[in-house]
């Protein structure tokens, strides 16, 4: 069984502090993606990264894929109320009884203002 | 285009009862798969369906099934209830999954459904 291993947990910081997010895996993903998932509403596709060492930019966001496509974290600068909200990484694998798609637990971020 | 379209959006049950809940696709999508979220699991997958066929199935008891309608709409059904299906009940809609260029493995997901079995 493959395993995503999303830290910390929980995040709960104020306004403006920046903070960033882990996924770990001993395994090789072919993409990853991040979704993040607001109370009483489904995940929501924030970006995928396929390329090793890939880094996208989404405004305040930045994502960073591994060189070995086995680990990616997200960056957030400035942290917004809005950015609250349970942050999920996924990685593509095709078939098997997990999915397509082996989701870590999340990263729980509480963003004070 | 309208989301992914889940109901109900929450319900209550007992032990030992069954449930049906349903998702519409967006208009399109012809892949629909089936997640279980809990707070201590995260989110684990059920079953993804595609032309009405089942396609893959994720590692749970046999009291959980679904099926995929000639329009896409999917439904799942859990039988004889137990405290611990309860949980918020994921469906997600995507394209032709042997589509490989942009916008594959995307999941668009609705809003679930919350079933709390008393």
Not at chain 2, 17 to 41: E, F
Not at chain 2, 63 to 88: H, I, Y
Not at chain 2, 98 to 112: E, Q, Y
Request: charged share 15%; with cysteine; proline share 5%.
């Amino acid at each position: 069984t493959q395993l995503l291993e999303q830290s910390p947990q929980f995040l709960s910081i104020q306004e403006g502090e920046n903070l960033t997010v882990y996924c770990n895996s001993s395994s090789v993903f072919s993409s990853l993606q991040w979704y993040r998932q607001e109370p009483g509403e489904g995940p929501v596709l924030l970006v995928t990264v396929v390329t090793g060492g890939e880094v996208k930019k989404l405004k305040r966001l930045t994502f960073q894929f591994g060189d070995a496509r086995k680990d990616s974290s997200l960056h957030i600068t400035a942290a917004q109320p809005g950015d609250t909200g349970l942050y999920l990484c996924a990685g593509l694998n095709y078939g098997g009884s997990q999915g397509n798609l082996i989701f870590g637990k999340g990263t729980k971020l509480s963003v004070k203002p | 285009k309208a989301g992914v379209t889940q109901t109900p959006r929450y319900l209550i049950k007992t032990r030992g009862q069954q449930v049906t809940l349903s998702c519409s696709p967006i208009s399109g999508h012809r892949s629909v798969s089936w997640y279980q979220q809990t707070p201590g699991q995260g989110l684990q997958f059920l079953f993804e369906y595609f032309s009405e066929t089942q396609r893959n199935k994720g590692n749970f008891p046999g009291r959980f099934s679904g099926r995929q309608f000639s329009n896409s709409r999917s439904e799942m059904n859990v039988s004889t209830l137990e405290l611990g299906d309860s949980a918020l009940y994921l469906c997600a809609s995507s394209l032709d999954p042997r589509w490989i260029g942009p916008g594959a493995n995307v999941l668009t997901f609705g809003a679930g459904s919350r079933l709390t079995v008393l």
